[in-house]
């Protein structure tokens, strides 16, 4: 009998994870044989979205392996499915699965611009730059028509706050209207993770974001409009992308980046058991290879959580990487370090009930 641990192939067309197995938090899934069953035809599992109201949206933390304390992000899951998304284990808090789960049934925060403006304005908030879609993409295709990353730029922009966006989703073009502004005044820069050049792999690694020539182009377009672009080229995968990183700094460089950034390969929790699935599946003949790469970063594990650890590894295969990067790097023109974004522009705008609106 077929289980939510194991669906049907035609279930997981357009999808990467090939199980999806229950969350660490969810106890009560298990199937059971009640002699009913009957072998159907399944549909193509559809995307689900659901509202969540926020009551808060600024998240904190004290990472010293993170270039910014404070992040929001507008979703919870992602539909552009990339099946080594170290997020994924996120998804377990809410009782769902990091698998089929993870990239089907998404959360979204439609209030979120609202209590935004709420957390800006407060008496004792102090500006620093927002990282908007560390976790989730904040473009991916139910943004289209919720435009809840749009609500919360156009708060930014009102309160003159800066903030720097990470994502994969071409349609951050839709958005030039508010980033070129916001640039012009040092409050924005965008980094496009581009993770390969082959289109094929890239389908099928992450089966609903854009391709890499679209990512390309979108860089292209944002340079054009004056917005700051970095080209991130992570994760590097050890024996399936990595043979790509001068192409990849080279293919963004010369669409208009004017920086660069690269992560190793992240496995932390269910994402080794997924992403050893997908291996085996699609890349069975590298497997092994790609595996003894990671433990070898890992001493012998898939992953090691310490911090100045857990990005980038150790030994002498994550110093080549390094080295290479630097290299072309310094070859291309690419910088690894940018200026900090500017805060002193930050004020409140008028807000309903202020007393001043009494004169």
């Known amino acids: 009998m077929p289980t939510e641990n194991t669906p049907l192939p035609l279930r997981r067309k357009t999808r990467a994870s090939l199980s999806n197995a229950a969350g660490r938090y969810d106890m009560a899934r298990e199937a059971v044989d009640d002699g009913w069953f009957q072998e159907m035809p399944q549909a193509v599992i559809p995307t689900e979205v659901r509202q969540e109201t926020a009551r808060t949206l600024i998240t904190y933390n004290r990472s010293p392996d993170l270039p910014f304390d404070r992040s929001i992000n507008p979703y919870r899951g992602c539909e552009h499915g990339c099946i080594y998304c170290f997020a994924r284990p996120t998804h377990a808090y809410l009782g769902l699965s990091p698998g089929l789960d993870f990239e089907t049934r998404l959360v979204a925060r439609p209030n979120a611009a609202e209590v935004l403006r709420k957390e800006l304005a407060a008496p004792r908030y102090k500006a620093g730059t927002i990282a908007l879609g560390t976790n989730t993409d904040p473009y ?10 749009r609500g919360c730029l156009e708060v930014m922009s009102e309160f003159n706050h800066p903030v720097a966006i990470v994502t994969k989703g071409a349609m951050v073009e839709r958005d030039l209207d508010l980033l070129a502004p916001m640039a012009a005044r040092g409050l924005v820069r965008v980094g496009v993770s581009v993770t390969t050049l082959d289109p094929d792999l890239s389908r099928r690694m992450e089966p609903r974001a854009p391709l890499p020539a679209r990512r390309l ?14 080209v991130m080229t992570s994760p590097v995968v050890p024996g399936l992308t990595d043979h790509e990183l001068e192409a990849l700094l080279a293919a963004g460089a010369e669409a208009g980046a004017d920086a660069a950034s690269w992560i190793m390969l992240r496995l932390p929790r269910e994402v080794s058991e997924l992403w ?53 790097c310094r070859r291309l023109g690419l910088k690894e370090r940018t200026a900090a974004l500017r805060c002193d522009l930050f004020a409140r705008p008028p807000q309903p009930g202020d007393q001043m609106a009494l004169f």
């Open 217 to 230: 182009a979108a860089i292209r377009r944002l340079a054009d409009a004056g917005v700051p672009v970095r």
């Open 276 to 328: 050893q699935e997908w291996l085996a599946e699609h890349e069975p003949g590298r497997a092994a290879k790609v595996m003894t790469r990671l433990r070898e970063m890992h001493g012998g594990r898939d992953y090691d959580p310490r911090w100045g650890h857990r990005m980038r590894g150790e030994g002498r295969y994550a110093e080549m990487i390094a080295q290479r990067f630097k290299a072309a």
């Open 140 to 149: 991916q295709p139910c943004e289209r028509d919720l435009r809840i990353t």
